[in-house]
T-cell receptor, first 109, second 115 residues
Framework: GQNIDQPTEMTATEGAIVQINCTYQ??????LFWYQQHAGEAPTFLSY??LDGLEEKGRFSSFLSRSKGYSYLLLKELQMKDSASYLCAVRDSNYQLIWGAGTKLIIKP | EAEVAQSPRYKITEKSQAVAFWCDPI?????LYWYRQILGQGPELLVQ????????DSQLPKDRFSAERLKGVDSTLKIQPAELGDSAMYLCASSSTGLSTDTQYFGPGTRLTVL
């Protein structure tokens, strides 16, 4: 079966750095997405990785290792507004998105 | 900035009633998705359209759910009759082509509560 694993919840301090991990087992791989979802709102696109390595976009970076079936989202200089759920999704060989359950990130002052 | 529009934002209904949700994708986006998301879980794909054609509805409970995109632009998702277990967020998303490099952009969602 296809599976995406993420930690259920993480806590970090304002101004710090946090890394949210995602491991996946899917039938084929055609890219990995990270989305941010604030409570009661829709997911918003953060990043896309299809090749191994690090993609940096401002305070957010995303890393991919296809051989390990592993990705992480790195958030720097955490702000209170970063409190949200972070969803990892993998596009499989049928071009369908397989979604993780999301990681709820709690930022404390 | 172009956005996906959805209405209503919130819907409260009683079980056995019919409900309908509407979605207008980003202009020019050929691919439209309807998802259901239960609190604490990732989105679950219900149906995917490419223009006016259904590409994937394998997870759509067809005994009570229906979806259409008659002119290949906006779309309607209907539930009849609604059941208590249908309470969830219903999300619409669109993408340009549906290919591997495509990013899906989501609307604000419809929060459905079935009493």
């Amino acid at each position: 079966g296809q599976n995406i694993d993420q930690p259920t919840e993480m806590t970090a301090t304002e101004g710090a750095i946090v890394q949210i991990n995602c491991t996946y087992q899917t039938s084929g791989f055609n890219g990995l997405f990270w989305y941010q979802q604030h409570a009661g709102e829709a997911p918003t696109f953060l990043s896309y990785n299809v090749l191994d390595g690090l993609e940096e976009k401002g305070r957010f970076s995303s890393f991919l290792s296809r051989s390990k079936g592993y990705s992480y989202l790195l958030l720097k200089e955490l702000q209170m507004k970063d409190s949200a759920s972070y969803l990892c999704a993998v596009r499989d060989s049928n071009y369908q998105l397989i979604w993780g359950a999301g990681t709820k990130l709690i930022i404390k002052p | 900035e172009a956005e996906v529009a959805q209405s209503p934002r919130y819907k409260i209904t009683e079980k056995s009633q019919a409900v309908a949700f509407w979605c207008d994708p980003i202009s020019g986006h050929a691919t439209l998705y309807w998802y259901r998301q239960i609190l604490g879980q990732g989105p679950e794909l219900l149906v995917q359209f490419q223009d006016e054609s259904v590409v994937d509805d394998s997870q759509l409970p067809k005994d009570r759910f229906s979806a259409e995109r008659l002119k290949g632009v906006d779309s309607t998702l209907k539930i009849q009759p609604a059941e208590l277990g249908d309470s969830a967020m219903y999300l619409c998303a669109s993408s340009s082509t549906g290919l591997s490099t495509d990013t899906q952009y989501f609307g604000p969602g419809t929060r459905l509560t079935v009493l």
